[in-house]
Nanobody, 124 residues
Framework: QVPLEESGGDLVQAGGSLRLSCAASGRTFTSYVIGWFRQAPGKEREFVAAVSWSGGRSYYTDSVKGRFTISRDNAKNTVWLQMNSLRPEDTAVYYC?????????????????WGLGTQVTVSS
């Protein structure tokens, strides 16, 4: 497992932007696929985006394609989620998670480590 900590959540108006950060500790960071998930009140935690070990491949859920961008810098042990054109339906707690095997990056059960989350609220 790898310790993870999210930051960057905030209250923003619809159409605005935020950049979330996921900082990891430990030498094995580069061994993990890193994903972002979100959970709105009363809803299940859902996949948002993921990035491969090298950063060369990224994956997105359909509702954020073209608006969100995931990236990583292994030298800084950090993954970012740039969120543009935010909508009220993007309001949720956002979690980053680490997936060592990388077999199914869309499934939350494949992720071994989770941060505590950061709140994103988008007002209309």
């Amino acid at each position: 497992q790898v310790p993870l900590e999210e930051s960057g959540g905030d209250l923003v108006q619809a159409g605005g932007s935020l950049r979330l950060s996921c900082a990891a500790s430990g030498r094995t960071f580069t061994s993990y696929v890193i994903g972002w998930f979100r959970q709105a009140p009363g809803k299940e935690r859902e996949f948002v985006a993921a990035v491969s070990w090298s950063g060369g491949r990224s994956y997105y859920t359909d509702s954020v394609k073209g608006r969100f961008t995931i990236s990583r810098d292994n030298a800084k042990n950090t993954v970012w989620l740039q969120m543009n054109s935010l909508r009220p339906e993007d309001t949720a707690v956002y979690y980053c998670a680490a997936n060592q095997l990388g077999l199914d990056v869309y499934k939350k059960d494949e992720y071994d480590s989770w941060g505590l989350g950061t709140q994103v609220t988008v007002s209309s």
